[in-house]
């Protein structure tokens, strides 16, 4: 059997769970930290400068300016720094310290979510 195909249990190759497309929608995103809007100081945006790093970027001004959120916006490219979080894949969005989301640019409906703004 080829690694990159489905056996009958239903699990996929070692390949295809690295590169194969990922579920990000809203029921999957799991956090252990919930902001609440009216609390939030700062928000950083992880990565290196790359296009869903500036994608990520240009959602989360979108989403704050929508809501008139007064937070900070800060874009961390840094790689010394981006490491201090742990995290493996960029983008990755820190709200007051705490990730919240990291590995992909979520919606509009997910950034409110992710920033208690709903």
Do not use: H
């Amino acid at each position: 059997m080829d690694k990159n195909t489905t056996d009958t249990a239903g699990r996929k190759g070692f390949w295809a769970s690295l590169f194969g497309k990922r579920d990000i929608s809203a029921q999957n995103i799991k956090m252990a930290y919930t902001p609440s809007s009216a609390d939030i100081k700062e928000i950083k945006i992880l990565g290196p400068g790359c296009a869903k790093c500036r994608a990520c970027y240009d959602a989360v001004k979108r989403v704050t300016a929508e809501a008139g959120l007064d937070a900070t916006i800060v874009k961390v490219d840094d790689i010394a720094e981006i490491m201090t979080y742990n995290i493996l894949s960029t983008p990755a969005i820190v709200v007051d310290g705490n990730v919240v989301s990291k590995g992909a640019v979520p919606s509009d409906a997910q950034l409110r979510r992710l920033l208690g703004i709903e």
